[in-house]
């Protein structure tokens, strides 16, 4: 005897907008999590930051996006991590994790090349999410244009006109000790312009199907 049954459910696919928030508020936590680590444990965690050109420094390429100097830098780094981290998380949350995996990686390695550039000091830390934050920044500016992309091209330049003056914060100067890491915002930004060149690689290539493909129809 045949017995019928209801097919099952699906589970109901969450949105990219709930998926996306809940991702960069989370690591904005870890982020404050961290901060309170290291007030409890009297800053000494700020030491594991970047230090240019020393060996045991390239350990702080893994750290130093984690680590503030105070609850007033975290602050200040809360709201573009917010946004910006928010807005890349829409073009897909595995291109957001590689984005941003590149964008530590290597903007994290140029600081530690170039990071005593510029500084009065002998010796420089460098800390805080800002370089990472950078590197959002510039993914947003030119993933569009990479991708072709109508909707990633308005946010791009919606990103240009709320935070464009930001970037100035990557033009080279001569800090005095403890001054802001231009070096790490200059890597960053440089590192998110190639994360969003590798990860367009699948619309771009699809384009380049496309014209041959209409090459050898012509």
């Not at 404050?32 to 409890?40: A, H, I, K, R």
């Not at 946010?155 to 890491?181: D, E, K, R, T």
């Not at 990860?199 to 771009?204: A, G, K, N, V, Y």
Request: glycine share 14%; hydrophobic share 50%; with cysteine.
């Amino acid at each position: 005897m045949g017995v019928s049954t209801a097919p099952a459910q699906q589970p109901k696919k969450r949105s990219a907008w709930v998926v996306g928030g809940a991702t960069i508020i989370s690591f904005v936590a870890l982020l404050y999590l961290v901060e309170l680590f290291d007030q409890l444990d009297g800053h000494r965690w700020d030491l594991n930051g970047i230090r240019p050109l020393e060996a045991d420094g390239l350990w702080g390429i893994l750290f130093a996006p984690l680590l503030h100097a105070s609850w007033a830098h975290l602050a200040a780094n809360t709201g573009p991590a917010l946004v910006l981290g928010f807005l890349v998380t829409l073009a897909g949350v595995s291109r957001f994790v590689w984005a941003t995996v590149i964008v530590w990686i290597v903007g994290g390695l140029g600081t530690w090349l170039i990071g005593n550039m510029g500084s009065s000091c002998g010796e420089t830390d460098h800390i805080g999410a800002s370089g990472l934050i950078f590197g959002w920044l510039t993914f947003l500016l030119v993933f569009g244009f990479f991708t072709r992309s109508g909707w990633q091209i308005v946010i791009g330049l919606a990103v240009m006109a709320v935070y464009g003056g930001v970037l100035w914060g990557a033009v080279p100067v001569l800090n005095v000790c403890g001054g802001v890491s231009w070096q790490g915002h200059l890597c960053g930004g440089i590192a998110g312009v190639l994360a969003a060149y590798l990860l367009s690689s699948p619309e771009r290539k699809a384009r380049e199907r496309h014209r041959a493909s209409r090459r050898s129809a012509a």
